[in-house]
């Protein structure tokens, strides 16, 4: 592989990540569910009582649907991208922050978290696509309630 396409490979699975979390803070559904392959290995067992599984695309967006309703801001940021590239598969970590928001109906109560997300990627026919996606939490702040709230709670 040539230098340049190592480094379009690069940016091309940087701005994989970023966009996951564009189109989740935008509320923009059908635009995530198509950053990742149909079968997502997710663990967010460093956050929450929960154990690593396999999902599909839809479900693991639609977790999320429910929990960034309309009635709840988030925002994400990520930084310090180490991507690691062998062959049509990458591995990328980052240092994340979120804040999560109620809007005034639901009283304002706020939750953050400052961690870890570690992404496996795959090439496929027309690009770059989340395989897995890990999250460890190292520090929360704020009602831990925000974090799981939906308009059904």
């Not at 699975?13 to 392959?37: C, N, R």
């Not at 149909?38 to 639609?62: H, I, P, R």
């Not at 570690?118 to 890990?134: H, K, L, P, Q």
Request: hydrophobic residues 40%; proline residues 0%.
């Amino acid at each position: 592989m040539t230098d340049l396409a190592q480094l379009t490979d690069r940016i091309a699975i940087i701005e994989l990540v970023d966009s996951i979390f564009d189109h989740v803070d935008a509320k923009e559904w059908e635009a995530a569910e198509a950053l990742f392959t149909d079968k997502v290995q997710v663990d967010f067992s460093g956050l929450a009582d929960s154990t690593a599984q396999e999902t599909t695309n839809v479900d693991l967006v639609g977790g999320w649907r429910a929990g960034m309703h309309a009635k709840k801001s988030s925002y994400h940021f990520v930084g310090h991208h180490r991507v690691k590239i062998t062959g049509d598969e990458a591995s990328v970590k980052v240092k994340g922050y979120t804040y999560n928001l109620l809007d005034a109906s639901l009283g304002s109560r706020m939750w953050e978290v400052w961690g870890h997300y570690e992404f496996a990627v795959r090439r496929i026919s027309d690009g770059w696509r989340a395989t897995g996606m890990t999250f460890t939490a190292l520090h929360t702040r704020g009602d831990n309630t925000v974090r799981t709230h939906t308009l059904d709670s």
